[in-house]
């Protein structure tokens, strides 16, 4: 630290001291107030702080003259030179609507949007180096900045508006300005001398500074405040003013004027319409009807405090020279301790009388009381100071547990002796409701009735409570030795007390009661609550919701709730609505400085505040204190991590946040599949009343349980989009929840896409189809080879048959014929004998003539389309030979010869034209008679016969010219047969059809 304090005129500050230590002595003797401390040790960047201010979010920026920073409630993040920042040393700071910082220093303003530092000056400083010093920064509705920049006297008003700088001219020969604030549509304008002026865009007016008759002159003003109200307050170096019909007036509480204080220098009003003034020496706090005054005696600090702040949640926080921040959030508890005058801070037990006076037993210093504010030693008989383990009033008397034996005191101290078996450290002391005393000792206990002790021994057991159920019925608490657990004392019988649960086997320490349910504080298993009535019980500990599983003492309160002291702060426990309680708990940042309690040092007052005793002193809570509520503004994700490390590769993400640097657009290879996501809600409350719970959206995992934890981490996450939603709210609350939700997304790998699956199964169809028809091939061209070995056999045995045809039929009509001849010469014929001979032989011709024809079909050679055509023209040629009828045959293409009829094709065709043939040379009467074939696309022939003959009746002569046997052959080869004729018009015969696919087995091998 290297600024020094301001310490203002010896005399002045004299007066004003010994004027508030008046007023104020009673309050300030009688407590210490919760003030929570942040400093460099908790990462503060320094601990000179000169302004503070709180954005959107909820974090807190503090500038100091070492560095900015910035708090979320948990942690700091710091900025210097080496981040970018014009100068270590801030001045000043705002913050406008889009959420940028402005930050003045001494080498002009910069505006920090989270990624960088952009900085501007005034002037040139060559020949005034403070001629760009910004003093102040101030942000007016319209978002328009102004600045006053200079110092020693010769200061300067800046607007910057639209990215330009514009000098506004102040009037009066004073330039020492103090104060700037634009408040509703004026710039007002504070300077040491003259009057506070105000701008409206166009004119300058003035209010006058009254005398001061505390300093004789004008006070100074230092800093201009305007409240929630509207009223424009005036802080100065001789006292508090607020403006009022354009004058200004001087402040008074019950008629009181406030000029007599420190020099006041910054100002805010707290949510409870309380208002607080940070001065050369501490802070202030002013209502209608009372001020308070807050130091180092109760708390606080002797430091100038150079800025104060109410932020959204209600908390007071106060900027020192010196010593850091403070925050004061009102919180129930206050400290009676070693700076407000008790010897010791070990308080071991506490008690009070009916009027209200507190007895303190301490572990080193002895027995105090506590009353009016004031702490007052009781002195133990001798020169000894006896460590209190236990303290009850009964009856007008103090009873006194120590580990030297049990004292009762009256005005004067008595001592008491028990049987040797029974060591003298009392552990515990309580009073039932029959009026009887009951004493714990480590190995047994002694109860009071009648002014007689009767002992219960308990060998190796330490009892640390007791507790009535019923009429002489005591429940007594062991926790060590053969007796752990709880024992029952009833007309004078002591006997295990059986829950048939978890209290059976605790070591339990202390006892309190609501309703039937008895509540049980443990030193390994948190809390146990069992339902005397019911049989039922059920566990509180670390496991779900407590801070401790070790309680040192327990208590209900008049509104049924439970308290516990813990070995690590205070908790409430709520009665529960639905499901289990409502834990909550208090330490340190809700004014609690001994986080440890100790056993049985509890106490409940008739007002119905409770005092604790911890190892740091006497903690009070008072349930009608005025707290601030713990309420986040907004979650922030404060890191994304992939297999515990920072996301580096660029490619992953579309862009990054301005305050944490996450990843936004993120998109992750399907590998990178191992995610820590670390959350904060941004509450300058504290973070140890937040619970959390997280969600992710894509996956089927319901909502976690609530927890304090902040971190949650992913693995094997499958590919697909994803949003991670996480939710948080205090303890205890069930309706101000804040939601914080990321999407990103884990690429699904080429492989594992619909458009992968899509060309898998594609590629499976393919193959399938593939196979089959590989598999059909191979079938089918085993079916053709077998076909073309069938065939090739057919082809022998036709050729045989031909050939053995023609040697055995064919000789045999020859013979025929020429025996018929032989026997018409050598006989003498009748007319009926040579018509039967005749009729031999032209038999024997016409038999002759078709065995040929079959013969000529059986030969495998004549299967060729060249050869079944040029026999048909044959036929013709040869039936029309040795008439005057004109046959003619056309289209004859050498194609032809590249096609192979199957036998019966070729068969049914040549039939069909030679029954035409005949026809048209036994009925046309035709001169002439055309055959026309031709080979058409697609491998069709047509074949048309026509000729000029008689026609014929088509409904008169079907039946006995063989059309019908023209039709049936034609559809055995799958053809079509169209016949045209009418009388005196000729006829015309149309044949159609495709050629059979062709046999390449001839040509090639089969795959098989």
């Known amino acids: 630290m290297t600024a020094g304090k301001h310490t203002g005129h010896p005399l002045f500050k004299s007066i004003c001291y010994a004027l508030i230590f008046c007023f104020f002595t009673a309050t300030v003797s009688a407590q210490r107030y919760p003030f929570y401390n942040l400093s460099v040790e908790n990462g503060l960047i320094q601990s000179q702080v000169n302004t503070i201010k709180q954005d959107k979010y909820g974090h807190l920026w503090i500038g100091t003259i070492g560095g900015l920073s910035r708090f979320d409630g948990r942690n700091f993040v710091n900025y210097t030179l080496r981040d970018g920042m014009a100068d270590n040393s801030v001045n000043a700071l705002a913050i406008d609507k889009q959420g940028y910082i402005w930050i003045g220093t001494s080498k002009g303003i910069s505006r920090f949007d989270g990624n960088s530092f952009k900085h501007a000056s005034f002037q040139a400083a060559e020949n005034n180096p403070i001629a760009n010093n910004v003093q102040d920064i101030e942000i007016a509705a319209n978002g328009s900045v102004w600045c006053n920049v200079g110092g020693n006297g ?141 130091n180092k005696h109760n708390g606080l600090s002797d430091n100038i405090f150079r800025d104060i702040l109410t932020d959204a949640e209600g908390n007071v926080w106060m900027a020192s020279d010196g010593q850091g921040l403070f925050r004061f959030s009102g919180s129930p508890f206050t400290v009676l301790d070693e700076s407000m005058g008790l010897p010791s801070a070990q308080v071991m037990g506490i008690t009070a009388s009916h009027s209200g006076k507190l007895y303190l037993g301490t572990y080193d210093a002895g027995l105090y009381s506590f009353e009016n504010g004031t702490v007052g030693k009781i002195p133990f008989p001798g020169r000894f100071n006896a460590t209190i383990t236990a303290l009850l009033y009964k009856n007008n008397t103090l009873w006194i547990g120590t580990r030297n034996g049990l004292w009762s005191y009256d005005n004067d101290f008595h001592t008491y002796t028990f049987p040797s078996d029974l060591l003298f450290s009392v552990s515990s002391l309580y009073s039932d409701t029959g009026g009887r005393l009951w004493v714990g000792f480590v190995n047994g206990f002694a109860v009071r009735e009648h002014d007689n002790f009767h002992v219960v021994p308990l060998k190796g057991a330490v009892v640390g409570d007791f507790i009535s159920i019923g009429t002489d019925s005591t429940l007594v608490a062991t926790n060590s030795g053969t007796y752990n657990g709880i024992k029952l004392y009833h007309n004078g019988i002591l006997t295990p007390y059986k829950t048939n649960g978890a209290p059976d086997s605790a070591q339990v320490q202390c006892f309190t009661r609501r309703g039937n349910e008895l509540w049980m504080g443990t030193s390994d298993n948190g809390i146990i609550c069992y339902n005397m009535r019911t049989g039922s019980y059920y566990v509180l500990n670390k496991s779900n919701g407590m801070r401790s599983d070790f309680i040192y003492n327990i208590i209900t309160d008049d509104d049924g709730n439970i308290w516990a002291g813990t070995g690590y702060g205070i908790h409430k426990i709520s009665p529960a609505e639905k499901g289990k309680p409502l834990i909550t708990f208090y330490g340190k940042e809700e004014g609690m400085k001994g986080m440890e309690s100790n056993h049985n040092a509890i106490y409940k007052m008739h007002d119905g505040s409770i005092w604790f005793g911890t190892t740091n002193g006497a903690v009070h809570y008072d349930p009608h204190a005025r707290t601030t509520l713990v309420k986040p503004l907004s979650i922030a994700l404060q890191s994304v991590k992939i297999f515990g490390e920072n996301i580096s590769d660029t490619t992953w993400y579309d862009s990054t946040s301005a305050w944490y640097k996450i990843p936004y657009g993120l998109h992750l290879p399907y590998k990178k599949n191992n995610i820590t996501f670390t959350y904060q809600a941004i509450s300058l409350s504290g973070d140890e009343q937040l619970q959390y719970r997280y969600h992710m959206d894509g996956l089927e995992a319901p909502w976690s349980d609530w927890s304090a934890s902040n971190a949650v981490t992913y693995s094997a996450l499958p590919p697909g989009d994803y949003t991670l939603r996480v939710q948080c709210k205090t303890m205890g609350d069930k309706q101000d929840i804040s939601q914080l939700n990321y999407p990103f997304e884990i690429i699904t790998p080429f492989q594992k896409t619909n458009w992968f699956k899509l060309l898998i199964l594609g590629g499976c169809i393919l193959l399938g189809v593939s196979l089959q028809y590989a598999a059909n091939r191979r079938k089918q061209n085993r079916v053709k080879l077998l076909d073309n070995l069938r065939r090739e056999e057919q082809s022998k045995v036709r050729q045989r048959t031909a050939e053995d045809f023609h040697d055995e039929v064919g000789n045999k009509l020859t013979r025929i014929n020429v025996l018929t001849n032989v026997l018409k010469n050598k006989i003498q014929l009748n007319p009926d004998t040579q018509r039967i001979i005749d009729q031999i032989q032209d038999n024997t011709g016409q038999l002759y003539s078709g065995t040929r024809d079959i013969l000529w079909s059986l030969k495998p050679s004549n299967d060729n389309l060249y050869q079944v055509l040029h026999r048909i023209r044959d036929f013709g040629a040869e039936l029309f030979q040795d008439t005057d009828i004109d046959f003619s045959f056309t289209g004859s ?56 003959g008689r026609g014929f009746d088509m409904d008169h002569v079907q039946k006995g010219h063989g059309v019908d046997n023209m039709n049936v052959r034609a559809r055995r080869i799958n053809a079509k047969l169209y016949i045209d004729a009418a009388p005196g018009k000729g006829t015309t015969i149309s044949l159609g059809f495709k050629i059979p696919e062709q046999d390449t087995y001839n040509t090639r091998k089969a795959d098989i």
């Open 154 to 294: 010769k200061n300067r008003i800046y607007n910057i508006a639209k990215g330009k700088n514009e000098l506004l001219q102040v009037p009066g020969y004073d330039t020492n300005i103090t104060s700037i604030l634009p408040a509703g549509n004026k710039l007002w304008v504070a300077k040491v001398k003259g009057n506070i002026l105000r701008y409206d865009g166009k004119k300058w007016d003035s209010i006058p500074v009254p005398l001061s008759p505390l300093i004789n002159s004008e006070p100074v003003p230092i800093k201009l405040y305007n409240d929630r109200q509207g009223t424009m307050w005036v802080l100065t170096n001789a006292g508090l003013y607020r403006v009022e019909k354009d004058k200004l007036v001087l402040h008074t509480i019950h008629g009181q004027p406030l000029d007599r204080l420190p020099v006041l220098r910054c100002m805010t009003e707290d949510s409870n319409g309380a208002y607080w003034l940070g001065t050369n020496s501490g802070v202030i706090k002013f209502t209608a009807s009372s001020l308070q005054y807050y």
């Open 893 to 948: 293409d050498e194609r032809w010869k590249d096609f192979t009829l199957p036998m019966d094709f070729s068969r049914n065709l040549i039939m069909i034209f030679k029954e035409a043939l005949n026809n048209s040379l036994k009925y046309a009467h035709a001169s002439k008679v055309k055959l026309d074939v031709t080979l058409k696309h697609y491998n069709v022939m047509h074949l048309i016969l026509t000729d000029n």
